[in-house]
């Protein structure tokens, strides 16, 4: 059976478009940084737009981009699925994100206007032991009926219950330990303020712990 690692959530986040130009303070850069994780994780993009000086529609689209890369980078696009299966993946994919449960520190200056944040969070951990789970429930239904289906029905039926499985987690989510994860605000060349891709892909490891 085949099956493709869709646990780790991409969430790619466009950071070098976020703009928060002049001399940030450390009380800046830690309303900033929240600012990018709450429109990120939780599509909340009041504070997000003030910064970006972009519009709630264009934060919004933004978000939703986020998600749609999330599910193409997942490969269940390539795998024939039905359309609803893939629509209820894509709203899964949403509230999963939106499970997220941080806290966003206070910024030190460590450097010329450069910032050092702790973010204190409580990883997701729900989806620990679903696939053997969903692989166990799969081989017994197989087993139960007259004849083996096409790949593409397995396909199908292994996706439907994983998407069964996982619906169930998130609606009863489970946390682990709090880990902290430091997160730099730092300018360019130019002065504007950015978060570095790889900061935000350690919050993302740290936020969401998956099977490989």
Known sequence: MKKRGILALLLIVAVSILCGCGGMSAKDAQSYLKSVLDASYKGEFGTYIDWTKSTKEEAKK??????????????????????????????????VINLVQYEVGEAEETGDKEYTIDVTLEPFIGFEGIQEETETAVKEELT???EIPDQSTIDEMYYQKL??????????????????????????????????????????????????
């Open 62 to 95: 933004l978000y939703e981009a986020n998600i749609d890369v999330a599910i193409e980078e997942s490969g269940l696009e390539n795998l024939g699925l039905s359309e609803e299966l893939l629509a209820n993946y894509k709203q899964l994919y949403e509230d």
């Open 144 to 146: 139960k009926m007259p």
């Open 163 to 212: 998407y069964d499985v996982m619906a169930e987690k998130v609606a009863a989510p489970e946390y682990g330990d709090t880990v902290t994860v430091t997160v730099t605000v730092k300018p360019d060349s130019e002065g504007v303020y950015f978060i570095d891709q790889s900061d935000m892909a350690a919050l993302d490891e740290a936020m969401f712990k998956a099977e490989n």
